[in-house]
């Protein structure tokens, strides 16, 4: 008997039978993958309760959370408040930190891969990871048992966690040990962020020069205008305005006849890499101690670069009689600070607050390099010096790429520094920078700074730091106030005119650094305020020896100086409002312009259109506003225009450079009175001029579907993201806060674009810290599992009041030593 063949199915059932396991399998890969990700988030969120041993420790430590996730520390040694901040920067902030560390050693391509690499050439040409060991050798014993029992915290943080921060896992990297070398590489990294690593300024300033000569150069990129609002009341005149453009006809700039070339467009200033940050003396408060405000303008990602707490010292640093039997703190830090870094970055000690902005002091100085004769100026073997001709050094690296390999990368070097670039001629040129120097990193002034009593400790202590050249304000429980820069300022001789020179004879050159007593200082001016804003805060002397490094345009600073002066009395709210005035006064006259230039053309229906919005623009940069995006971008194009048009004989082709601020100026002052002998190549009248911004603007608007949708909050909204959200699809739906419009602007006192703009709000009164005010965006987390991930960001777009101190503990974490033996 034979038995019947089983049925086999039918091709198109067998298809979606393939189909359906196919299906099945990728949705149970989905579902794995999913749980994957939720356990590795679940499982790398911080510790929030309990006790934890950590070595290392003296004594126990106790860290209470708020709601917020904002940490009070309290501990009985600050070595031991060092290892206890480091371990929470450990458990909540290690990929930033990592990110930091990388950026400064130029190492970041072996984190994120090859799309890093161009920037890790540029910043590897430093050599700050060989440099960060032997600066580190050179902090005083108390520093370094700092920093190393930060570092160790740091490590027993990260791995108390159940799982690496979810970013390696994206990245398929394993994350490497934390060092006290690495915390100065996140100081670099600082010096990378807010100052110039090449001298792209002062090449532009050479440029302009060759081309249209010393006077045009001096107009178009002024070292000082009439907007400038240094603090202490100096003025300045204005640079004159030439006759003429000296050689446009020789050039073939402007030809008389034949079609007219397109006309270059140059880049927009870039929002200054700064900060504002204003005092009070104390007798204009209502308590007799000063008054202290800082908004820090950075990058803005997620998480935010800083990390609040409070750190309190219970045993004295220098015991005094009777200081420990009061229960009254040696130390009571309430600020924010920098993961990386065991120090107090900004805020208050109960006896002075602190606040930095970028100072834009002359940091650097670039050198073009003469060769011996004979020798080919593109690839010579030696440069000239004071003391005769030297060879090149040579140092072989290595960049390398995670998931992509190695290259070689040689790095030619001199007495001044790496060779950064050429001038147009061929010679090598170099970035003489003070971050290349063993002062650039000097921390017992930070450790003096948080235990200063006073004004005047606080200035000494400024100029005993090295870090980023920032300007310092501080003011005193005692009602006293104070600017000057802190961080080693270079003594520079012969290089007033801010071009790049050869050194080889000595006549330029820089002869060490300014001793204390040499730094200029403000103390207690007769007004009772201080201000900055990126701009110059002194002239005369004091600006001389400072030099310039690319000051602002002194449009946020003398609003902050016209805010202070509007009254005669101050409360913490009073300064935050200036912290967020979105007021455009320094606008009038380009809204005045635009008005101007509507009217004279009746004929043009697109013109006429945005007329209505232009005369009632509000003078406010507040998202709902038409007008003020109308009269916003007018201005940006004709600065893009007028100075791009000045600017593209000085590229060959390439690209034209980003025009400095203070050049929106001169651009002004040219559409205004329309001087015939200083049209901007190739135009022949002052009104093709303006028809070419017009034309920019009205396609503008065009292009966001009318005037009803050029709202300015459809360009300016809060745009922060994480690092990798743009890499790794929807990751961005889980970490990055709602994209929401936002009021402000780079010109006024409220900085807000996209991705940019208040990395804290601080307002204090040193000794009254219970009214204090500090918020900033994205909060304390980084995982977005944690219960208060992103708290504050709603505070921070809408500029909300928030208290400095934490409010009552939520979570109670005790660090213990190990039992002894």
């Known amino acids: 008997m034979t038995l019947p063949s089983p049925a086999r199915p039918a091709p198109r059932r067998r298809a979606l039978l393939i189909l359906g396991m196919a299906g099945g399998l990728a949705a149970l890969a989905l579902i794995l993958a999913g749980g994957y990700a939720a356990w590795v988030l679940r499982s790398s969120r911080p510790v929030l309760a309990g006790s934890l041993t950590l070595p290392g420790l003296s004594a126990p430590v106790t860290i209470a959370r708020d709601a917020d996730g904002v940490p009070t520390l309290v501990a009985r040694t600050r070595p031991d408040l060092a290892r206890a901040l480091g371990f929470l920067h450990g458990q909540e902030r290690f990929f930033q930190m990592d990110l930091l560390r990388r950026v400064g050693a130029g190492t970041l391509s072996e984190l994120v891969g090859p799309a890093a690499l161009e920037l890790d050439r540029a910043h590897r040409l430093h050599q700050f990871r060989a440099r960060a060991a032997a600066v580190l050798a050179r902090q005083d014993d108390a520093d370094r048992a700092l920093l190393a029992a930060y570092a160790d915290g740091v490590n027993a943080g990260r791995a108390a966690l159940g799982h690496d921060p979810f970013e390696y896992t994206l990245l398929r990297v394993r994350p490497v040990p934390w060092t006290a070398r690495d915390s100065l590489l996140v100081v670099y990294a600082m010096y990378f962020d807010l100052q110039s690593a090449d001298g792209a300024g002062q090449r532009l300033r050479a440029a302009l020069r060759h081309r249209w000569g010393p006077a045009m150069a001096a107009f178009l990129d002024p070292d000082r205008t009439p907007l400038d609002a240094p603090a202490d009341g100096s003025s300045a005149s204005a640079p004159a305005m030439p006759d003429s453009l000296p050689g446009a006809e020789a050039h073939g700039d402007a030809p008389a006849t034949g079609a007219l070339p397109t006309p270059a467009s140059a880049p927009a200033p870039a929002p200054e890499r700064g900060s504002n940050n204003f005092a009070v003396a104390g007798r204009l408060t209502g308590t007799g101690a000063a008054m202290v405000a800082d908004d820090m303008h950075l990058g803005l990602s997620v998480p935010n670069i800083w990390y609040r707490a409070r750190q309190i010292v219970r045993a004295p640093i220098v015991p005094t009689p009777g200081q420990a039997d009061r229960g009254v703190p040696a130390l009571d830090l309430s600020g924010v600070t920098l993961p990386g870094e065991p120090y107090q970055i900004v805020g208050s000690n109960g006896r002075i607050a602190w606040a930095f902005t ?36 040579m140092v072989h690296d290595t960049l390398c790429a995670a998931h992509a390999g190695c290259r070689p990368l040689d790095i030619r070097t001199t007495i001044w520094g790496p060779v950064t670039g050429r001038a147009p001629d061929g010679a090598p040129q170099v970035w003489r920078w003070s971050a290349e120097d063993d002062n650039a990193v000097a921390y017992r002034g930070m450790r003096a700074l948080e235990s200063a009593a006073g004004v005047d400790a606080a200035l000494d202590a400024a100029h005993r730091t090295g870090l980023p050249q920032e300007n310092m304000l501080v003011g005193d429980r005692d009602g006293h106030i104070g600017w000057t820069i802190i961080g080693p300022v270079p003594r520079r001789v012969g290089l007033d005119d801010q071009v790049p020179h050869s050194w080889a004879d000595g006549s330029h050159r820089w002869d060490g650094y300014l001793s204390a007593a040499e730094i200029p200082i403000l103390r207690d001016p007769p007004g009772g305020r201080l201000w900055t804003a990126n ?38 709210s009073d300064l935050l409002s200036i912290q967020t005035d979105d007021h455009a006064v320094v606008l009038r006259p380009w809204q005045a312009l635009l008005a101007s230039a509507i009217a004279a053309r009746p004929a043009r229906a697109d013109l006429a259109a945005m007329a209505p919005y232009v005369a009632r623009w509000g003078e406010r940069a507040r998202p709902d506003s038409v007008g003020y995006h109308l009269v916003h971008a007018f201005r940006a194009h004709a600065l893009s225009i007028v100075f791009g048009a000045y600017a593209r004989p000085l590229t060959a082709g390439a690209a034209p450079p980003r025009m400095p601020a203070r050049a929106a100026w001169a651009v002004g002052r040219l559409l205004t009175d329309r001087p015939a002998g200083l049209l901007p190549p190739p135009w022949r009248t002052w009104d093709s001029v303006t028809d070419a911004i017009l034309d920019a603007l009205a396609a503008d608007v065009a292009r966001a579907g009318g005037l009803r949708h050029f709202q300015w909050g459809t360009v300016n909204h809060v745009g922060i993201h994480h690092p990798l959200a743009r890499a790794v699809p929807l990751l961005g739906r889980l970490t990055d806060p709602p994209d929401l419009p936002e009021a402000g602007d780079t010109m006024l006192p409220r900085v807000a674009v996209p991705g940019f703009g208040a990395s804290e709000r601080l307002v204090v009164s040193p000794g009254h810290e219970d009214t204090a005010l500090l918020d900033m965006p994205m909060g304390q987390a980084a995982n977005p599992l944690a219960p208060y991930y992103g708290a504050g960001q709603a505070a921070w777009v809408a500029g909300a009041p928030r208290p400095l101190l934490p409010g009552p503990a939520r979570w109670t974490l005790t660090l213990t030593p190990p039992l002894a033996p």
């Open 358 to 393: 970028d100072g834009y002091i002359e940091s650097g100085d670039l050198i073009t390099l003469d060769v011996p004769p004979g020798e080919p100026a593109r690839d010579p073997a030696h440069y000239l010096t004071p003391d005769g001709p030297r060879a090149f050094g």
């Open 535 to 572: 701009g110059r805060v002194v002239g005369g002397a004091a600006l001389a020896v400072l030099g310039d490094g690319g000051y602002a345009d002194g449009l946020r600073a003398g609003r902050i100086r016209d805010d202070l002066y509007a009254r005669d009395h101050f409360t913490e």
